[in-house]
């Protein structure tokens, strides 16, 4: 009874280890908000008011972050992190007209993807309200967040927020050095979310993995609109829709243009598809995102642009990103169904295996099977000597032993060796 007692409890053990295992492996949660409020009922007249979107629940809230003016002024610089490498719709390339390239096409292909700073740039594969696909691009800001444009996470005209966002750092055609990552929760500005404001057109993802710690990421910086940071070599790369479909990664550099409290405009070519891609500096061989590229004037007539990261937004980033708590890692990302199973069977395997030990371990040198001779051992068809078949009958006996003498001619006891006299007849 002790032995079904331990089986069981050992299995009941492993099925609750098990069920913790799936529900803590397969989805992010968030520790907390300053302060939450559920969907946004009426219109907020400040623009720069957080709206997160939880994927999982499909809850919008709206959240309130009370920063001092010490904690708005301290940063304008966040340095880089390099990481460790150890069948769909129709896919639309968010707006044809939301870029443009400017003769020559200076865009030249990554190869490498799988080296810093590319593997922080990220391919995302969006599914709109509408149940309509997009693609665009981002860049990872830490472990586990994405930076990139407003317009990837709330689509207007296809039903407000995308219900999933596939990322998919340093894609390259098939492959996918890193795996890939899903959004559970999604942060805008209700500049964005109320008024489509091109100032506002920004967004940060959450991810259900802590991807970034193999990708790595480069660093964010802001400054005074003004500076000149902002008219020098500038950096792009992405994923433009004319180019392969797509489905690889293209990168330009070229000279900013100007600049103002929100906007950033630049000389770079870009094509629909690259929505949400980094502009960045480099300062010392590192890579520091300056802005997120999202649009064009049409037909070129004036540089692209995109959303700055002014100090307002460059603060929030870091409240945002000191709110979240790390998804616990599941680099395969499993479904807990799928764990559940698979340590349900490992169990009673080994159950079943420890089981079987217990019996033959336990058997002594009597109960184990023993052969014996068996008249099936033999051959049928072999014929055997009609006299190794017959019970043959003593008829004398050995006077000094009394082993049995079944032949008259025997002259010796095959016993003992005595000498037998008078041979026919008993001594």
């Not at 109320?194 to 967004?203: G, L, P």
Request: with cysteine; glycine share 8%; aromatic share 14%.
């Amino acid at each position: 009874m002790n032995k079904y007692k331990f089986i069981f409890g050992t299995l009941f053990f492993f099925l609750i280890c098990s069920s913790f295992t799936g529900s803590n492996t397969s989805y992010f949660e968030y520790s907390y908000h300053p302060t939450l409020t559920t969907e946004i009922d009426t219109p907020l007249e400040d623009f720069t008011i957080t709206v997160g979107y939880n994927v999982i629940t499909g809850i919008e809230e709206v959240e309130y972050y009370n920063m001092s003016s010490e904690d708005q002024s301290l940063q304008t610089i966040i340095p880089p992190a390099l990481g460790k490498y150890d069948e769909c719709d129709v896919l639309h390339f968010d707006n044809p007209f939301i870029s443009y390239v400017f003769p020559p096409d200076d865009r030249t292909k990554i190869s490498s993807t799988s080296n810093f700073p590319w593997s922080s740039i990220c391919k995302l594969y969006i599914t709109a309200a509408d149940e309509t696909r997009w693609i665009g691009s981002g860049a990872m800001i830490d472990a586990y967040h994405v930076l990139t444009a407003g317009h990837m996470v709330y689509q207007h005209e296809n039903g407000g927020w995308a219900s999933q966002v596939e990322v998919i750092p340093g894609m390259r055609e098939n492959s996918e050095p890193f795996g890939n990552a899903y959004a559970t929760y999604m942060r805008t500005y209700t500049g964005w979310i109320q008024d489509e404001m091109e100032e506002h057109d920004w967004a940060v993802l959450t991810l259900d993995r802590t991807i970034g710690n193999k990708t790595g990421w480069m660093g964010r910086m802001t400054a005074s609109s003004s500076d000149p940071i902002y008219l020098g070599t500038l950096h792009t790369a992405g994923y433009p829709g004319d180019l392969d479909l797509g489905e690889n990664m293209y990168y330009v550099s070229d000279v900013g243009a100007d600049a103002d409290e929100f906007n950033h405009w630049y000389w770079m070519d870009t094509a629909g598809g690259q929505s949400g891609s980094p502009v960045w500096t480099e300062i010392n061989g590192s890579g520091y995102i300056l802005s997120i590229h999202a649009y064009e004037y049409v037909g070129g007539a004036y540089a692209n642009f995109g959303t700055r990261l002014d100090q307002d937004k460059f603060d929030q980033i870091n409240a945002w990103l000191a709110a979240d708590t790390p998804p616990d890692y599941n680099p395969n990302r499993l479904d807990p169904i799928v764990i559940i199973i698979i340590v349900l069977v490992t169990t009673v395997g080994i159950i079943a295996v420890v089981i079987i030990l217990r019996r033959v371990l336990r058997k002594s040198p009597s109960d184990l099977k023993i052969y014996q001779e068996n008249a099936n051992d033999y051959n049928s068809e072999v014929k055997v000597p009609e006299i190794q078949r017959i019970k043959l009958e003593a008829f004398r006996f050995c006077p000094k032993c009394g082993s049995g003498i079944f032949r008259d001619t025997q002259r010796f006891c095959t016993n003992c060796g005595t000498t037998l006299l008078n041979l026919g007849s008993e001594e």
